[in-house]
């Protein structure tokens, strides 16, 4: 995602889409509610393979799952929350991130994998 004016205009569009402000959100992977400020749209399959379903994640949630996987291996395979889970190191991920509170952040980083493409 790009620069701050695209990210406002994407939350005004979710903010008009999405559930009433009283609704709390709880994240599919970590089942943990999510924060306003900490609330990012992922598309299932990318949009750059023809996505268009999204569902809402915790930022870092989201962060981590790009972290680990291509937009190739988004959508041929993880392309599902449960798929998602059952992936192994995504899996290991929701399992510590469960027992943190809902506005913890932290900096992901690309898998090893990833970084020697």
């Keep these: 995602m790009g620069g701050r004016i695209r990210r406002k205009l994407l939350d005004e569009h979710l903010s008009s889409i999405g559930p009433r402000q009283s609704e709390t959100l709880i994240c599919p992977l970590c089942e943990r509610p999510i924060p306003d400020t900490l609330k990012d749209a992922h598309h299932l399959v990318p949009k750059s393979r023809g996505g268009t379903q999204t569902e809402f994640l915790h930022r870092i949630c989201h962060r981590q799952i790009h972290a680990l996987l291509t937009e190739t291996e988004l959508a041929r395979q993880y392309n599902t929350v449960e ?14 991130v469960r027992r943190k509170p809902a506005d913890f952040s932290e900096r992901s980083r690309k898998s090893k994998r990833l970084r020697e493409r």
């Design 83 to 96: 798929a998602l889970l059952a992936h192994p190191e995504i899996a290991s991920f929701v399992g510590w």
